[in-house]
């Protein structure tokens, strides 16, 4: 397998919405090596990251964050070794709509 180590997504979801930020194209894997989460309002929110394996739907048992207070204008780092296969998908949500999230890794070919 060839190594691409690279930004895998950059997103602000909308307030509230569960999203899909990044999925496992069909002929890869991944390793999540840092999730970097941004609040970029004046006031504290809470956030949330999900692992679906192979595009499930929305479960309790999938998230790996579960709304986490993120003070105003703070940011969490999150370095982890997570390992995904294709067509998993990683979603995040915000309550207030102004969080950004950066997901860097490695995908294998």
Known sequence: MADLFKVLAQIIPAMGTLTDAYTVPADKAAVISSIIVAN??????VFRISIAVAGAADDLKQYIYYDVLLLQNRT???TVGLTLGAADVIRV?????????????????
């Open 40 to 45: 970029e309002a004046s006031s504290s929110t």
């Open 76 to 78: 969490f780092i999150a």
């Open 93 to 109: 949500q915000s309550a207030n709509g102004n969080v950004a999230f950066n997901i860097s890794g490695d995908e294998l070919s």
